[in-house]
């Protein structure tokens, strides 16, 4: 198991197994080439890990026809995963749009309360999101959806920058 692997810095060894010269010239070399080595081994490892995490997760929401999103809220981007988006009937694809043109999604009678959800999880209120909507499907009709989440990543000033979630027809 590669996540184990540590290998002691040359000048530690050096002093350790009392090296001669010529040894140092071969060794030192070939330990900082098995150190880059090791650091290969171990990100590959986790490339792997969250590729398969990655997987599951994916199929967990395929199984459970629920789509995630994700708002950046720096940058005011609504990302919407291909399942989101067949959920109202637009084409599977991973879409990225701006908070103002998500919101126009959102019934006119449902925006306020929505909103007012937000903001209570901003302000610390509750612990996550969790709220009933409609929203304007691809055909013109209105679909509710129940939208959860909850901010996953904050500044250093501890300002909300990620808000993360699931949604599904109801």
Known sequence: DLRNVKILPSEKYNRRFKMNKLQQKIIIP????????????????LEEELELANSYLSIALKSTECGKWNWNISSDEVELSPNAQAILGYEKKEIMLKQKSFLQ????EDKASFLYEIEKHKSGVTDYVSVDIRMKSAYGYWNWINM???????????????????????
């Open 148 to 170: 959860r989440g909850k901010i996953v990543e904050f500044d250093r000033n501890g300002l909300p920058l990620i808000f993360a979630g699931i949604n599904y027809d109801i």
């Open 105 to 108: 999604m959102i019934h006119t």
């Open 30 to 45: 070939f330990r900082s080439s098995l150190n880059r080595l090791t650091k290969i081994f171990k990100l590959k490892y």
